[in-house]
Each structure stands twice: as structure tokens, then as C-alpha cells.
């Protein structure tokens, strides 16, 4: 079976979040299931860059204002489609902010063209490559099931990463889109007398999925569903959650290159090195006592306003930090400060690195994730492969991954981290003494430890679940 795979980012290529993760890591996982993927992207400056022995498969007059060609080759091991459109992709850094920091005011543009090119591929435009699916990620790529659903294509599956990013444009750029009228209406683009490229995913794909089972629910609601949960309600009977994986091989804490110390769960002794390094590298006070990690973007979505207010809470329960992430500047200044008032006991590095992201979960004791919603998260994923114990919010992926430190789970040797809910001050701070309490009793921590890693976090059961989705829309 053909699928071909439409995001907006693909890992190691090019990458601002888990959405490049996890378009770059399916691939490799649904190949034992006998599901070849090629990956249609932009082709940005990077991704050109990186193609490997790429021939020509269909070259374009004018594609959304310029000419363009597609490009098929090799990149990392990927079977890779690049859309090579200098008029719209050959920008540098950020590939959906210009360097004001603003979106480009062409966005629109630009990834209506990565969907009709999907969408054209994926149909046969090249006699020599047609898609049995096309598999569509995100706002970005959510063009493609409208363009096969009103111009002619084969199945499709739309992907919900984050419902919060929707891709809304005026009315105006309906008229750029090369679709037939019709489309513009309420089961089409249409939303609220604009353009709203992830609503038309969600109105014609034949599946929909999100990165989680109770994302899957929690976006079906007004709380969650950001505007869109009547349209996702409508559509129940086509909507799943299939959580996410991560790249086992990329994420080993026995192997991997990033750390200076590798370990097993049967060597956990050996973490000691790498927080001998992460406390160095964030000029922290060395001690054994209880050390907490972060990485994440500094943003309200994932609570970290109410992780700011409860950082003297953490300092008092005997606990250091280390922080990694960038984000809104009112976040950063509140964190700032705290590391000021709390200096060797919080240390906190602005910005996004990969390679230290290894060494946080390899040598932190705990990975924080206290996000008002997380559609699936891979951070906690990654805790649990190092041993790096979650302390995470009851919602989304999170819930779905991690098993609470509750007393009949602890009974049990079921849990593997921490849980707490609502978002706010006081259960977050509860949650901060229930694992300095279990780091205590150090027995009780190596469990929680061991069983996280003993946790499947690959993409084995995921894929088989895309697998089994892509085979009956096919059937059907």
C-alpha cells in the first residue's frame, strides 16, 4: 500500500515541533506494516539541501505565483517529495515566521500549494506514482482533503496535532485556491464567512484522527474544541485518537550519543553522571537530592504561567530546577526573577536545543508537564524511555500515557509518574510534594523509574493502528 504523508515539517529535515517528529518517525515504523510513505514538504532552503539523488516528477508553470517543480529523492532514509517553489519557500529560519516575528503574510499561499501539490501527487499527476491514501497533517497540509474531495483523488485522512492552530484566512483567498464554488460553503472551507483551511480538512477528509484517545474526546467539547467541537461532533463516527510514538532508536537512553553517560534500567545508577552535567551546564548547586526538568515552549497553553507562580513552592520543597524553552516574555521574566531570588537552585537556558533535550531527560529526576491541554506530548514520552519520571496534567496525552502515583496504583506497581488536575497553583504544587515525598523513599522512586522505561512508547502499535485505518478506507 501507497500512502503519501503532507506536513508542513519532517524530522530531521526541518523542525519547530513534535509535528516533525512525528511525520519524520511514522514512515520507518509503518514499513513492517507493509505501508510504504513518501513525504511531500516544502521545499525549504534545508530540505533542498539535504535531497539525495532527486529526479523530477511534475513541473508547474505557476503555482500560486511562481513557477515550481517537484522534486523526488532521498533524505535520511526517507523517500522524500520537496516542492521546490523559491517564491515561496526559499526563506531562511523559522518556516512560518518572516524575522519580525510575524507569520508571512503569504501563508496562505504558500501552504495552499503544499495541499493542491499533495493532492496532485497523491492523484497521479506522474503516471508513475499515485497514493492508495494521502494522509494529511495539520492546518498547513488540511487543503488536501478539500482539493480530493472536489477535484477527484484518493482517500484521505486528516490529522489533528494541535486544534488551537487552525490556518483562518478571509474570504478573499478563496478565490486563489483553483477550487470549484461549492466549496465554499459549510461543508467545505467556509467558516464563519472566511476560509478556514483545518475546517475544510475536518469537514471532507474520510478519517480523522488526533494524537490521542482522550484528545479525541476532549476536542469534541466547547472547552477544548476551539470553535470547531459541532463540526467534530457531526463527525464522531469518522474521528479516532491514535497516540503518538517516539523514535526508540533516536531516544535510547543505552545508546545514545547525546549523553555522557549511557544506562539501562538495570544500571540506573549511571544517571548520576548526567546530572552531574546538567547541573553544571545550568550552574546548579551539585546535590543528589531532587532535581526537575522542563522543556517546553514558554506559553499559557502549557500552563507555564502557573508553573512560574509555583517556582518558589518548588525551591521549598527542597527541589532544584533546570529549564529549558522559550515563550511569551512575560513567562520568561516571572522565571527569570525566580532564578534570580533562587540562584543555584533554578537554572534556566532560553531557547530550543536538541542536544541538550537529551541530557535534561538523562539526567533530571523528573520531566514537567503541566499543560492546560496536550493533545499528545512527546516530552513525557521521552521521560519514560530515560527514567526521567513525569509529573504531568490529567489531560490529553498526557493522561493517556502516564499512570498516577495514587495509592492503589503504587499497591499495584502500576505507576509511572504524577498526575494532577485542574491546571492550577495549588494541585500543581500538591503534585511537587507528592514526588519530593516518593524521591524520598528511594525503593519506591527506582520502581517508578523502572516501570516507565519497561512502557512501549515506540511507534509498534500506533502504526499498526494507521496501518489497519489506511486498509479498511481503502476496502471501503
Not at 530531521?12 to 520507518?28: E, I, M, R, S
Not at 549511571?270 to 552535567?277: I, Q, S, T, V
Not at 532535581?291 to 518548588?314: P, Y
Not at 500538591?430 to 522512586?445: E, G, I, N, Y
Request: glycine share 10%.
Amino acid at each position: 500500500m501507497k500512502v503519501l504523508s503532507a506536513a508542513s515539517e519532517l524530522y530531521p529535515l526541518v523542525k519547530t515541533g513534535g509535528l516533525a517528529d512525528v511525520t519524520g518517525a511514522l514512515p520507518a515504523a509503518l514499513a513492517g506494516e507493509g505501508v510504504a510513505v513518501t513525504s511531500i514538504v516544502p521545499g525549504y532552503p534545508a530540505v533542498m539541501a539535504a535531497l539525495d539523488k532527486a529526479a523530477l516528477l511534475h513541473a508547474y508553470p505557476n503555482l500560486f505565483g511562481g513557477p515550481a517543480k517537484l522534486m523526488r529523492g532521498t533524505a535520511h532514509g526517507l523517500d522524500v517529495i520537496a516542492i521546490d517553489a523559491p517564491h515561496l519557500f526559499d526563506r531562511p529560519g523559522n518556516p512560518y515566521l518572516g524575522k519580525d516575528g510575524k507569520d508571512w503574510p503569504d501563508n496562505a499561499q504558500r501552504f495552499a500549494a503544499l495541499a493542491r501539490a499533495a493532492a496532485d501527487v497523491a492523484g497521479g499527476i506522474n503516471k508513475h506514482y499515485r497514493a492508495d491514501v494521502l494522509h494529511c497533517h495539520d492546518w498547513q497540509a488540511a487543503l488536501g482533503p478539500v482539493y480530493t474531495r472536489f477535484l477527484g483523488g484518493p482517500k484521505s485522512v486528516m490529522t489533528v496535532h494541535n486544534i488551537a492552530f487552525q490556518g483562518q484566512f478571509p474570504a478573499t483567498v478563496f478565490g486563489l485556491l483553483g477550487l470549484p464554488q461549492q466549496a465554499f460553503a459549510i461543508d467545505g472551507v467556509e467558516y464563519y464567512g472566511n476560509v478556514g483551511y483545518l475546517k475544510g480538512g475536518l469537514a471532507t477528509a474520510d478519517a480523522i484522527t488526533t494524537v490521542s484517545p482522550t484528545y479525541a474526546q476532549e476536542i469534541c467539547t466547547p472547552e477544548y474544541g476551539m470553535g470547531l467541537d459541532g463540526l467534530l461532533r457531526a463527525r464522531r463516527g469518522m474521528l479516532c485518537g491514535i497516540v503518538n510514538g517516539i523514535d526508540t532508536d533516536v531516544w535510547n537512553p543505552a545508546k545514545d550519543s547525546l549523553i555522557p553517560s549511557c544506562y539501562t534500567a538495570r544500571s540506573l545508577q549511571k544517571r548520576a553522571a548526567n546530572k552531574r552535567a546538567l547541573e553544571a551546564r545550568f550552574k546548579l548547586e551539585p546535590d543528589d537530592g531532587l532535581l526537575h526538568g522542563v522543556v517546553s515552549r514558554l506559553t499559557w497553553q502549557k500552563g507555564m504561567d502557573i508553573f512560574a507562580a509555583s517556582l518558589d513552592a518548588l525551591v521549598a520543597t527542597g527541589a532544584r530546577l533546570a529549564l529549558l524553552g522559550t515563550g511569551e516574555t512575560a513567562i520568561e521574566n516571572a522565571i527569570f526573577d525566580a532564578a534570580t531570588r533562587h540562584k543555584g537552585r533554578i537554572g534556566v537556558i532560553i531557547g530550543y536545543d536538541e542536544e541538550l533535550s537529551h541530557l535534561m531527560q538523562a539526567g533530571a529526576d523528573t520531566i514537567l508537564v503541566p499543560s492546560r491541554f496536550e493533545p499528545c506530548g512527546l516530552t513525557q514520552l521521552y521521560g519514560l524511555r530515560y527514567g526521567c519520571v513525569p509529573v504531568v496534567a490529567r489531560t490529553g496525552g498526557l493522561s493517556d500515557t502516564v499512570i498516577d502515583a495514587n495509592d492503589a496504583a503504587m499497591q499495584a506497581e502500576a505507576a509511572t509518574g504524577f498526575q494532577f488536575s485542574p491546571v492550577d497553583e495549588a494541585t500543581l504544587e500538591h503534585a511537587l510534594c507528592r514526588a519530593a515525598d516518593c524521591f524520598a523513599d528511594q525503593k519506591l522512586w527506582r520502581g517508578l523509574q523502572k516501570r516507565g522505561m519497561e512502557q512501549d512508547v515506540s511507534w509498534a502499535r500506533s502504526a499498526a493502528a494507521y496501518a489497519q485505518l489506511y486498509r479498511n478506507l481503502v476496502k471501503a
